[in-house]
């Protein structure tokens, strides 16, 4: 098992854990910031979402708001064809739409800094939009997860820069 930090969709404890993910597999560790700057963008094409998700871009933009757990990343969870479970590598399209990544993390409960697996777009796309549904587990997970409100209001901005149309239902 490995700690991952999840800082879009899967930040929801519900969305990671549903059948049609990992199953309940996916054991919350703390939540977490980047020590790192990034951007928060929505850059890479979800074929299962059928919209842009949420990428990091590195050397711009501000510490990163998001959740570490720990999980097998490679393991499936559930048999891949009754749908009840897939591996994190395969959700989050390993080698195909994200490269995992490690990169450094400062928990929120005792400061420290922990090296965590994440996975950041491989070719990331402009001109992409994300949809209400994607975004909804996104502001699920910062409010399930205390996020703070100054960090919550930049992922709204975010949302409302790349899909203008989402600007009254968040």
């Known amino acids: 098992m490995v700690i991952v930090f999840q800082f879009g969709s899967n930040m929801s404890q519900e969305r990671i854990n549903s059948g049609e993910r990992l ?3 996916a054991q919350f560790v703390d939540t977490a910031w980047t020590v790192e700057d990034f951007e928060f963008e929505f850059s890479v094409w979800s074929k299962s979402n059928s919209c842009a998700a949420a990428n990091l871009a590195r050397g711009r933009g501000c510490k990163i708001w998001g959740v570490l757990y720990e999980v097998h990343l490679q393991r499936v969870c559930g048999p891949i064809e009754s749908g009840m479970g897939k591996s ?3 959700i989050e399209g390993e080698g195909v739409n994200y490269l995992r990544e490690k990169i450094d993390v400062q928990r929120c409960s005792d400061g ?4 965590a697996e994440t996975y950041l777009a ?3 796309q402009s001109g992409i939009q ?3 549904h994607y975004i909804q587990h ?18 709204r901005k975010r ?4 899909n203008p149309g989402l600007r009254d239902y968040i």
């Open 138 to 155: 996104i502001l699920d997970g910062l409010r399930e997860h205390s996020a703070p409100a100054d960090y919550i209001e930049y992922v």
């Open 122 to 124: 491989l070719k990331p």
């Open 130 to 132: 994300t949809s209400l």
């Open 112 to 115: 420290k800094i922990v090296n």
């Open 159 to 162: 949302i409302i820069e790349n």
């Open 23 to 25: 199953n309940g597999t």
């Open 88 to 90: 994190l590598d395969r």
